[in-house]
């Protein structure tokens, strides 16, 4: 799975594609908690300064459209300017911006009861093509993650699972060693939350494998696609 170890800029804004596509190792955050911290974010802001006239969700993010996680490596999409911030904005609110993701996983059945917190895994998930829904709450110390809440959870869980349903479509290949997913709207470590619920965790991951052997953590975001738009990668 390739990750570079170094920033790389794949789209450079133009005057009829007014964003920026980075490709962010791992280990690199997506955003800066302060200005002056080194992300993505900043690197995409200093090679491009016009970027930084975009008001997004948060004044420090700019013209940020989405996140990874800080150990995820792939595609981040950032607004160079407002007019198209605010259109990729009604995009996703509209469900048409997709993002996809590769992950390397292991086969592990009994992965959410390992873990604890999940509610009943749903029946189709063995399946080789499936999508998992559900709603989110956070788990654990300082809600270091998060869990699934759906039919079978506990009130308890029910009543912090928000209001908001996150869908994820799962493609597996290779002896289901490996794992396509796609999504619209994104929840914090949503796909890698899922799939350890269907019993996939990605591997190498800390937080959602229970057999995480202290490894990089397999997992990048490869696509995304909008209306006029679509960039994939390896």
């Not at 792939?74 to 911030?85: K, N, P, R």
């Not at 992950?103 to 499936?130: H, K, N, Q, W, Y």
């Not at 270091?144 to 699972?161: H, I, L, Y």
């Amino acid at each position: 799975m390739k990750d570079s170890g170094r920033i790389e800029i794949l789209h450079a804004p133009t005057d009829s594609e007014p964003f920026i596509v980075l490709d962010k190792p791992s280990g690199m955050p997506t955003a800066p908690l302060s200005d002056g911290d080194e992300s993505a974010l900043s690197f995409a802001l200093e090679s491009f300064p016009e970027a930084g006239g975009v008001s997004g969700r948060k004044s420090v993010e700019r013209g940020l459209v989405h996140r990874l996680d800080t150990a995820t490596s792939g595609l981040v999409l950032i607004a160079s300017t407002q007019e198209f911030y605010d259109f990729i904005s009604a995009e996703q609110d509209a469900g048409r911006f997709v993002k996809h993701y590769r992950a390397d996983v292991d086969d592990i059945p009994s992965c959410a009861s390992e873990l604890g917190g999940f509610p009943p895994v749903p029946a189709c998930v063995r399946a080789g093509t499936f999508r998992v829904e559900s709603f989110f709450r956070p788990f654990g110390p300082r809600g270091a993650c998060v869990r699934p809440v759906a039919e079978g959870s506990g009130r308890a869980a029910s009543r912090k699972g928000g209001t908001r349903v996150y869908s994820t479509g799962v493609s597996l290949s290779g002896g289901k060693s490996r794992a396509l997913c796609s999504i619209t709207a994104g929840f914090r470590h949503q796909v890698r939350c899922h799939l350890a619920w269907c019993g996939f965790p990605v591997r190498g991951d800390a937080l959602y494998n229970p057999r995480g052997d202290g490894g990089p953590m397999l997992f990048r975001a490869v696509g995304i696609e909008f209306p006029g738009f679509s960039l994939r990668v390896e």
